[in-house]
């Protein structure tokens, strides 16, 4: 059981001249670099049932060269519940973070863990020339299990039971059983009865809000031979012991990407930007560097 279920909340104390509201806002991380230095823009996306403080961590490691922004999905307090006026898909819960996307003169540099990562993916292919980089941990892009033989097979079948049993008990209110085998089937036995009670409220608020999410991943239709389109730098993130489904569709992207690099993350799991954070945020950092560097000058001669 990751140690940030299960201890007190120890928040990281912001720059003094940032205030907490600033440092923990969802639309960016506020940072103040030194006048006349341009800071790159990265767009964090979080996974099922948290918020933008999962990117707190990362915020330290980047720094003030590096502008955070951390937009939250639908299902969560700032953001709010999905209107149901039509039927909720990937493009719905990335308006937010094309918006910040469209108003950038530059490119930015995307992050995404689990549902934040196949979200990501869907605004690469949205705004190709406008994304710097993917660094992506398990991207749960169900949608392409259907296309990548036996083991793509089992892993939709798997997913597919977690998603009956969540659905089923949504429908009917039991928000608690929901949770319970969401929480259990990523992070092994027995984690919700270890998780702090403020995160088990926080998965509660969230828990209406999970059939959509299983639906949008399932039905986004994007072949997986479209991601060979997306030729900005990639790092694929995996944990060592990570569920059948995110393991196939990881090593999936990783043989179609034409700039990819899969990288294991030795004894995590699919929470390992937690548990393995150090191992992680500095793969991330490493990567966000090496894709900023400026392509080598032709020889003219």
């Known amino acids: 059981m990751p140690d940030e279920f299960a201890k007190p909340e120890e928040i990281s104390k912001p720059d003094k001249t940032a205030s907490p509201e600033d440092f923990l806002r969802t639309d960016a991380v506020k940072q103040f670099p030194a006048k006349g230095q341009t800071r790159t823009k990265v767009i964090a996306l979080h996974c099922s049932g948290w918020n933008a403080k999962q990117w707190r961590s990362l915020h330290d490691v980047l720094g ?16 709010g519940d999905w209107p149901g006026e ?8 990335a308006a937010g973070a094309i918006e910040i996307i469209d108003a950038s ?49 089992d892993g939709f079948a798997e997913i597919m039971e977690l998603n009956s049993f969540v659905k089923t008990r949504v429908a009917v209110g ?32 969230w828990a209406p809000k999970a059939p959509l999410e299983f639906y949008a991943l399932m039905e986004e239709s994007v072949l997986l031979g479209s991601y060979s389109e997306l030729n900005m730098p990639v790092l694929l993130l995996r944990g060592e012991h990570t569920p059948t489904p995110t393991e196939a569709i990881a090593g999936a992207l990783a043989e179609v990407l034409p700039n990819a690099r899969l990288v294991d993350v030795s004894g995590a799991g699919h929470m390992g930007h937690v548990t393995h954070a150090d191992d992680v945020h500095m793969a991330i950092m490493d990567h966000l560097l090496e894709a900023n560097q400026p392509p080598p000058l032709r020889n003219t001669a």
């Not at 003030?64 to 953001?79: I, V, W």
């Not at 039927?87 to 719905?92: E, G, K, M, V």
């Open 105 to 153: 003169a530059d490119p930015v540099h995307l992050i995404g863990h689990s549902y934040g990562g196949a979200l990501a993916l869907h605004i690469a292919l949205a705004r190709p020339h406008k994304t710097a980089s993917l660094a992506i941990y398990e991207p749960c892009a169900y949608h392409l299990l259907r296309q990548i033989g036996r083991e793509g097979e």
């Open 64 to 79: 003030p060269d590096f502008e955070l922004h951390t937009p939250e999905n639908y299902g969560t307090d700032s953001r």
């Open 86 to 93: 039509q039927p909720f898909t990937l493009a719905d819960e």
């Open 174 to 205: 039991d928000y608690k059983a929901a949770m319970t085998s969401f929480v259990d089937y990523w992070n092994g036995a027995d984690a919700w009865v270890t998780m702090r009670s403020d995160l088990q409220k926080l998965m509660l608020r």
